[in-house]
């Protein structure tokens, strides 16, 4: 679970709202100039948490405060650590707090076990914080014991926030932001088990073991495999009681009462009426893993216990990201306004105003999504302010469920979704024929401005008793291109069913809210399908009937434009010049941000650079270390091969870059951009790494064709029919994968990974599975790659086809770098010769006896001899007093020998982890 999501960049990305002239001279005055790296200073510590948890912990300080200063206690994301919210704490003490950053128990260098913000433990570690922080000489205090405090997180964090404010007083303010209100409700939704994102979480912190073993004296010699000492492998560092809830959950699909008790702890739902600090809650319209409904719930239970409260909505989430540029800087703008009135005292009460955004299309200037922003008085709840009825219809239709659901039906993949086809079209949705109804409206004669749940009354029969059904809602264009808004589904679990579906009863299907502008000439499709892989479905195979029973419910949100000339009315007043120059002000301000936001996320040094790698470790749980240190750098025109023997840890380098494991220590840079995982910089790569992997039940074309859509980049930049003359498949594109060879899977992963014909390409061992003519072919793809510009990183074990297609080497040796450079540089002079002899016997018999290195036969009368030192005519001399004819002797100048001179006797291993 992310944390704030990059999105509190306060001193990076600075919103110019156009609320009131004053708001904006003030902003103009303050974020035009960029506060100096040494504006704050930090000192890393380790705290006491509660029952003798150590918590890994980082404290910022303005460097330039003037007396005590209010503190913010920061929380990362699911996963993080203090150092995943580093840019977040360093921008709130560019504007004068004290930020205590830490890293939850069961996380990173804390110790102790995860127990999903329990009152009990992660709750009390934070009451703990508080409790160090009134200590602080630098810190405001309210009274003895009581620091003047905000807590402050995302997902993870933001459920921590709210449970925290419920338990303490002392918490004076909160912003949660893209977090739950009902644990139970957010995984298990209508009664059904959200599987893909709780096995993603599950397993993250069941893998995140590393700095648990080092912490606890866990691991041994590279050669031992397994957790750390006392660690249930089943579990990794979640608490028991987490554990078996998820293993319950996960293997009946159910959630038991011991289940449900425990989640319901860990949920914010259960002291909503206790919390009196004021809450700015902000939550993400693309997220299908704690959709909108959540933080209506929230705000609806703080405000019933009359604490002041906000509510933000913006065009992202855990699908969508930290959301488009303009977005993202009317929550900083609102989250610094509230934290800056109630920590400190400055401003005006915050309004309860409520404000939200929808994508608008791409920014003319930086070729990023925009939004436009609008606001409401008051906060309508997820029922909007008024509805649409819009009829859908179509006959009773009968679905299949499948055994165990499989194949299923996509609508999001958690962690995978591209963020701007997230954005724009809500990832990649695909249903199963025969495994879904349609049920569709006439074109629309007028757009509709859908905020809020949709609803729709359906009528389901089973011959079981029992349904699961997941209700959808597309946009279709007059092209017939649907689009899943947000990639969100209802997923309903219907019980004491009729096997007839004229006797079933009318059933209310909530669907989750969506912000959504649907435009005339298009239509509204309603689909009920029977899986979704992103949910547990029945295991049991059957055949349902659908059938819709009234039309669908849309509920529709009016607002004013931020920004709209009308909001500044009484600026007339100030004549044409006013107004001209204020937009001169602004449009300077605005280049001042831009180039200010590009100095600070882009390393300049290295903005033309496809790759930089630097100080890179990974280290494993149980002592075992990958990569001890690898740095190197991969030019434009270069083709660089990453050789080492088996288990040197190319692979874990590779898995490392693309975002599939993390790091113990180093960055990489990519283009400049900092790499983390989900890095928008990604879309600038193309990568084979691991194998692939397709969806067995689409062809070729298809899974390509997904792949690609699931991008939201435009179909003309695909150059598709260039990868697909690249992969060579044929005909054979249009088969279903499941009935691929592996050198065909091979051939369609290569395709995909250079559909876009994208900047970097990183291929681990790509020509596995090829015969010698397509060998042959992707040298002569990836050296005309380079040519254009791009760059290739390139692992493999066949040194022959390396040495033909590099320009540039990186050899790895049990972890480290022995060499790198021009392969013609690596290579250098080679001890080695080849010899042709009339006796290959006798031969290798004398020159053994001579003390050379080795012998290799070579053809039926060829030998490579490494000489070892031995001169050439010494060699010669002793074969041919020896009687043996020697026809020719040629140096051997070959990357094999160069290889196997650094790596010596280590060029075999277990296995690349």
Known sequence: MSALTDRLRLTRRRVIPAVAAAVVLAAAAVWAVRPAPESWTTEDLRLAGEGGVELDARFYLPADRDGKVPAILLAHGFGGSKDSVRDEAESLAEQGYAVLAYTARGFGRSTGQIHLDSPDHEVKDAQRLLDWLATRSEVTTDSAGDPRVAAVGGSYGGALAL???????RVDAIVPSITWNDLGRSLVPGGVFKKAWAGYFFGSGSADLSALAALTGGGGGPEREGPAPDVDPACGRFAEDVCKAYLQMATTGIPDETTLALLSRSSPASVLSKIKAPTLLVQGAVDSLFPLSEADANA????AAGTPVKVAWFTGGHDGGEGPANDSDRVEFLTLQWLDHYLKGEGDTPSDDFTWSRVAGFSATSRDLATNGYSAEAYPGIAGTGTTDVAVTGPAQPIANPPNGNPGAISSMPGLTSRLSSLLSGGVAIDVPGQHANFSS???TGAIDVAGSPTVRLR????????????????????????????LVAPVRLTGLPADVTQAQPVTVTLPAIVRQIEAGHTIRITVATTDQAFLSPATPAVYTVAVESALTLPTLAGTPIGDPGNLWWLALAGVVGVI????LLLLVIRRIRHRRR????IEEHADTPLVVKGLRKAYSDGFVAVQEISFTVQRGQVVGLLGPNGAGKTTTLRVLMGLTQPTAGEIFVFGHRLVPGAPILSRVGALVEGPGFLPHLSGYENLKAYWQATGRPWADARFEEALEIAGLGDSVHRKTRKYSHGMRQRLAIAQAMLGLPELLVLDEP????DPPQIAEMRRVLQRYATDGRAVLVSSHLLAEVEQTCTHAVVVNKGRIVASGPVDDIVGDSPSVQLDVSDVPAATRILEELGVRSVKPEGPSGLIVDMNGTPRSELVASLVGAGIGVDRLVPRRRLEDAFLSLVGDNSRGSGDR
């Open 300 to 303: 609806k239970g703080i405000a």
């Open 460 to 487: 389901v029969a089973s011959p079981t008793g029992e349904a699961v059904v997941f209700v959808k809602l597309y946009d279709v264009d007059p092209n017939g291109a649907a689009t899943l808004s947000a990639g």
């Open 163 to 169: 449970l925290l404010a419920g338990q303490d007083q």
């Open 581 to 584: 120059l204020l937009g001169l």
């Open 767 to 770: 020509t596995d599975g090829l």
């Open 442 to 444: 006439a074109p629309l």
């Open 599 to 602: 100095d600070v996320t882009v």
